[in-house]
């Protein structure tokens, strides 16, 4: 009974709030219960009534490095990110899990590769043993043979593999060969149908103006091997671009960076929203702390910092409904 009321609810969100028809199955992962789906539900409504504070922190996205290995065109990380990067401290992930474990689950991605981390297999095998879903993304070039099956003993639930493109579309985008991703991305599926069926596979494309005629190869040639196929569009920053509150601030979810520096969102690439640092807070203390009551306070009553005021990812009116 509990599973079809989950999916009944999920399907409505992503219907006629998100207005994302690809986000139920999303939604399902993420908050696997109704505890969890009340739980952001108190967070909503929080929202709904202006208030400072949200109920409480459903996920945790933690940046366990900011640090890549590739040199996308229109990523910051390698190009023109200037905070200082690292790894973070697994006493500092561990910290963090055992004092929020009743989670509904722990992204591993933010600014930078993951797999790149030296503990990211223990950092996973952590959060198993808790009870705790996880998930990341990943460009993919890492997938060897023994990291992927490392990865499937881990207990990792979903992995999104960023695929922008085909062809020399991608060699232009992510600077290496399509094929060789392509082969990864295979080896994956592969060795997963083998080992471990539970693990979800994911494709992530994000739509530029030149590769829009993409979309269909990569529906022609993934469409069947990998379980989801996510098109977004292009992040788009401009002047006094947002016209509404940002949803993030209240539905429940914090990114912690490599150093423990805690932001309300993954826009954030430098990390100048600091609402806290979990090295010497708690993550709860944070998600109702004066800071984060004081940034909500600000959307609410329409006076946006300027990182906010030149983000229109949350609103729609921006993109093409196609990729909405």
Partial sequence: ?????????????????LKKL???ELIRIKYPSLKCLFSVFLNQLCEIFHLTRSYKVVSIHFELTNHCNLKCNMCPVNRDMIREKGFMDFALFKKIVDSNLKLSYVALHNWGEPLLHPNIIDMIKYCTTREIKTMLYTNGLLLTTNMISDL??????RITVSLDGVGETYREIRGIAYEQIRENILKLIQLRDRQNKDLKIEISTVIFENTED????IKEEWSGLVDRIIFQPKFIRRENGRKSVCHELWRG???????????PCCIDSEGKLNMGNAWQQGISEIWNGDKM????????????PNICNACCEYTTDITS????
């Fill in 1 to 17: 009974m509990q599973e079809w009321i989950i999916f009944a609810i999920s399907e409505i969100i992503a219907r006629y709030y």
């Fill in 22 to 24: 690809d986000q139920a």
């Fill in 152 to 157: 499937l003993r881990s207990g990792l639930r």
């Fill in 214 to 217: 993409a979309v269909k190869r």
């Fill in 253 to 263: 979810n914090l990114i912690v960076l490599w150093n423990g520096t805690v932001v």
């Fill in 293 to 304: 009551r004081a940034i909500r306070k600000k959307h609410s009553k329409g006076k946006f």
């Fill in 321 to 324: 409904p196609r990729f909405s």
